[in-house]
């Protein structure tokens, strides 16, 4: 069984990680994680919920990013607003050890123009559900064309 360390994890992640307590990697996360860091490739991951899929994806994309510019870098698309705030806590842990990380999630039912400022103040990864997103791409080609 391979370590966190060996997949290939920096070591800002690989504090994060044991900062969580995790000890092994999962089978999603020991396939996922060596590929992703390996080369750009597209990745098609199933596993069930409860397996480990947000760190098989979210480890190496924070371990990947350059935190030191502050512009979007990564787009998650999840399907709810439940998911998108669970997604973006669990990306915000990954990076707890990563100096000037923001990871902003942006969903339906909340103040746009909150999400918008907090887009502004220099978000690496944005967590989206695809409605908002395109609220929100909307809103910015309106203010460009005025
Ligand atoms: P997920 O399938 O991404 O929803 O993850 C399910 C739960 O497993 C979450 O609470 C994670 O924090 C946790 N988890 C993810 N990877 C590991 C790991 N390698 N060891 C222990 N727990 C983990």
Redesign the pocket.
Known sequence: MPTFSELGLGVDVLKAIEA???????PI?QQAIPLLLSQPTDLVAL?Q???????AFGLPLIDQLDFSAHDPQALVLAPTRELCVQIAN?LTKFASCVRGASIVPVYGGANISTQQRALRQGAQIVVATPGRLLDLGNRSEEHTSE
């Open positions: 969580l307590g995790y000890q092994e990697p999962t996360q596993a919920t409860g397996t480990g899929k947000t760190a669990d």
